[in-house]
């Protein structure tokens, strides 16, 4: 069936240091992923999507990185901060109408000062 | 502007009660998605409303129901509840249908069944 998994439920990270999340897909007929981040007590939030016409995308300290060849999604996070400290969810989805998100389970990014 | 917002924040219920929650999008949105969150997993797809009509439904029993209003807010109604419905469950609005427009969360409300 469809899965939308991530290889590590947790990530300890300098401040400072570069952070990556990695995540797997399994359906190859998702053509849209997109990052999402939870902080504690709040609604996720929207950070960066990528379509897979792309293999790069980049925003604010942060670059999305699609592999399509082996189904693989990862978000880099440029110069760690405290304020990143949350739960990072990659989805999947048809970039089209009356399509549904597939969150992953998620993971933990944690600073250490 | 002001965001997502749902109602109650927490609700608690015994085994086999009704649950009623609430969402209100953002001004301008027509897309309502219902998120259920249990603890320490991801968020599970449960319904998508846009313009008063049920688009989408994810794998969740029949006890699992909802209407969007002619303003556009949305209500989940869990009937017959169970101990595993005890989860945060997120609404999220957007301005289209699919899943290219950007779905903007509200803070959840944290349903515990005893």
């Known amino acids: 069936g469809e899965s939308v998994g991530l290889h590590l439920p947790t990530l300890s990270v300098q401040e400072g240091d570069n952070s990556i999340i990695n995540c797997a897909y399994s359906n190859s007929a998702s053509d849209y992923f997109i990052w999402y981040k939870q902080e504690s007590g709040k609604g996720p939030q929207f950070i960066i999507d990528i379509r897979s016409n792309m293999d790069k995308r980049q925003g604010q300290r942060v670059t999305v990185l699609l592999n399509k060849t082996v189904k693989h999604l990862s978000l880099q996070i440029a110069a760690t901060q405290p304020g990143d400290s949350a739960v990072y969810f990659c989805a999947e989805s048809r970039y089209s109408s009356a399509s549904k998100i597939i969150f992953g389970s998620g993971t933990r990014l944690s600073i250490r000062p | 502007e002001a965001g997502v917002t749902q109602s109650p924040t927490h609700l608690i219920k015994t085994r086999g009660q009704q649950a009623t929650l609430r969402c209100s999008p953002i001004?301008?949105?027509?897309?309502v998605y219902w998120y259920q969150q249990a603890l320490g997993l991801g968020l599970q797809f449960l319904l998508w409303?846009?313009?008063?009509?049920?688009?989408n439904r994810g794998n969740f029993p029949p006890r699992f129901s909802g209407r969007q209003f002619p303003n556009y807010s949305s209500e989940l109604n869990v009937n017959a509840l169970e101990l595993e419905d005890s989860a945060l469950y997120l609404c999220a609005s957007s301005s289209g249908q699919g899943a290219m427009n950007e779905q903007f969360f509200g803070p959840g409300t944290r349903l515990t069944v005893l």
């Open positions: 409303y846009d313009e008063g009509e049920e688009r």
């Open positions: 001004s301008g949105h027509t897309s």
